[in-house]
């Protein structure tokens, strides 16, 4: 996003109505939220934005007061589209031309000083032309074209005039280039989008999807194993690096890490038959044998000192 064509609008400062994201970090305006609307995954837009509601909208209408923008954002179905009415948003506001009532308020060196080279010059001008229609004799009436005046000559006209419409060609030239920036850089952003976020192919989604599953299901056999008082740690250690390995999986979609992770649940698959072939420990049988062993080994202890 070209920093020089947008600016940051506003910021809220009430905590309560900052937007709250899952990694923790807090969206306090609409520019933030640009930024991540463009980098967000697929998880968290489908969260946010579904056909029941679109929280994004929601936020931008109720804390900001922006009704168009709102309902541009509920049309929208995906993250391109999403960000590609932010950007347009923050573009046509930084654009905008300002109101002659703000201009009035601030004005740049060069325009005073044009302003009070005008004032002169309009000065100037006005007693040179009372002088001389003092001095001037009464015009002769033309018969032929029938005009009592002579025409006004332009090459005597007051430099004045061209002060402020040199100004407002200036910023029409200006906003001109701004909005040939703004169609440029769209378009490279469409021709690098799909580079920017590849979609995850349809092979790789149901590999995920089946690895998943597997996890689950060996989730609510360990947690069943438990029950009976089974040691469970090992196979446990292991389903939670599948885990941690099937989350890189879904970032990288590589091969190589969707291997991994599945090697480490078939790993935590075997572990677990290993469990479920031991045999059951039972806390009272085990005391009784030991104290058993200890009894006997005291009385041998005993015999052999007679």
């Not at 930024?35 to 109720?62: C, L, M, Q, T, Y």
């Not at 932010?86 to 601030?106: C, G």
């Amino acid at each position: 996003m070209p920093k020089q064509l947008i600016r940051k609008g506003k910021e809220l400062k009430d905590k309560e109505k900052f937007f709250h994201l899952w990694s923790g970090k807090d969206l306090k305006s609409i520019k933030e939220l640009a930024d991540h609307i463009r980098g967000i995954s697929p998880d968290e837009f489908n969260h946010h934005v579904n056909e029941h509601k679109n929280d994004f909208a929601n936020w931008v209408e109720h804390c900001f007061g922006e009704h168009k923008l709102a309902t541009a954002l509920r049309s929208c179905t995906s993250r391109t589209k999403m960000y590609e009415v932010l950007l347009n948003f923050l573009m046509q506001k930084s654009t905008a031309p300002r109101s002659s009532k703000a201009r009035s308020k601030k004005k740049s060196p060069q325009q005073k000083r044009a302003k009070k080279a005008a004032t002169n010059v309009r000065q100037a001008s006005a007693s040179t032309t009372k002088q001389e229609e003092q001095e001037k004799p009464a015009p002769t009436p033309s018969l032929q074209e029938g005009n009592t005046t002579n025409p006004p000559d332009d090459s005597e006209a007051s430099p004045a005039a061209n002060v402020q419409p040199s100004l407002e060609e200036e910023h029409q030239a200006l906003a001109k280039h701004a909005e040939s920036i703004m169609d440029s850089f769209d378009k490279k952003l469409q021709h690098i989008e799909h580079e920017l976020q590849p979609e995850i192919p349809e092979s790789a989604e149901k590999r995920l999807d089946t690895l998943n599953e597997a996890i689950n299901e060996l989730s609510a056999s360990i947690s069943a194993l438990r029950k009976t008082g089974k040691d469970c740690f090992i196979p446990a250690v292991t389903l939670r690096l599948a885990k941690s390995r099937l989350i890189i999986a879904k970032a990288t979609l590589s091969p190589s890490d969707l291997a991994a992770a599945e090697s480490l649940i078939n790993e935590a698959r075997d572990d677990l038959k290993e469990v479920e072939a031991e045999r059951p420990i039972n806390i009272k049988e085990e005391v009784a044998l030991l104290a058993k062993q200890k009894l006997a080994k005291e009385l041998k202890a005993a015999e052999e000192e007679k």
